[in-house]
Structure formats: structure tokens, C-alpha cells
């Protein structure tokens, strides 16, 4: 890293059997600075935070069910990027989406769960 050589320049052994293809490997985390890759986990959380106090006010005007299914909706478009991104940046956008659809999926899905439970008769 302190040389500064090219990725191409430094490869994995794939073939050792200690070998681990994850992200460190797919989006060159080797080299990056300790805050980057730091900010991988943080992103969802800051998504969490962004939202967490007006989801539920959402929930509450527009319906738990609708917000249960936009944000699941809206998980499902973040995992499948997840899957077929291919730099840091845009890991960290669908980190953060991933993140605020958080409250809609645990606040308004449990409780939307709870209406239907029979014990509430």
C-alpha cells in the first residue's frame, strides 16, 4: 500500500485455502483508509437515523400496510444492488437506502402483525 501500485500489480492466491472471496477483494478495500471502510457499516445506520422518527408518522397517516410493502419494496431493490454493485460508493447509497427502510419494516410490519394476531379478539 505505501508503494502505491496499481491493483493489478498485487493479486490474490485463489487457489490457497485460506483464500475468502468477500468485499475486500471486490470493491479494493486492501489499501483503503480505515474511515472508508468504517463507513461501510455506518451507512446503515445513518439510514436508520435519518428516518426513524417520521416513519411512524407516516405509518400512522398512510396505513402500516402500504409502508410494510414500500419499504420491503424498497430492501429488495437495495439487496439486489448490493449484489451486482461494483465500487464503494454506490455500497454506501444502498447501504443508507437499505437503512431507512428499517423503521417501516420493524415498527410498521411488527405492529401490522400484531393486528392480526387472534389473541387480539
Known sequence: CEKHLPRDHYKYDEDQDEYIDNWVDQYSLLCEPKWRIGLIGSMYFAGILTTI?????????????YTTIICNFILIICTIGLLIATDITSLYILLFFAGTSFGGRLIGGLNWLIEWCPWRQ
Open 53 to 65: 422518527l417520521i416513519v411512524p408518522y407516516i405509518i400512522d397517516k398512510c396505513g402500516r400496510k
